[in-house]
């Protein structure tokens, strides 16, 4: 069992930060890749960012020069920090995983519960 807890959400005026953490843990041989969906109220949910282990990392075109995603592969961590909020960006965001739980096993997709990020105009 894998399990994905996210932290870090909350209220912000427009322009204002926010960092979003994200902590793996259970049976994890090895994680391919983390990252963050988000979910609009009343749309799909979206890729926000990405970051495989070897350090690629892979934005959505809304939020590119606003956000950055980091990791730490040893703690099996990965952060969110988010600039220049707009109103735009309020969603549910998901922490993401791809995990491997043996060497011959996976990638298994995993998600967090989500955490709210409200920006106020």
């Known amino acids: 069992q894998v399990k994905l807890v996210e932290s870090g959400g909350g209220l912000v005026q427009a322009g204002g930060s926010l960092r979003l953490s994200c902590a793996a843990s259970g049976n994890i041989f090895n994680i391919d890749v983390m990252g963050w969906y988000r979910q609009p109220p009343g749309k799909q949910r979206e890729l926000v960012a990405a970051?495989?282990?070897?350090?690629?990392?892979n934005y959505a075109d809304s939020v590119k020069g606003r956000f950055t995603i980091s990791a730490d592969n040893a703690k099996k961590m990965v952060d969110l920090q988010m600039n220049s909020l707009k109103p735009e960006d309020t969603a549910v965001y998901h922490c993401y995983a791809q995990v491997h739980t043996a060497w011959n096993r996976g990638p298994y997709e995993y998600w967090g519960q989500g955490t709210q990020v409200t920006v106020s105009s």
């Open positions: 970051r495989t282990s070897g350090g690629t990392t």
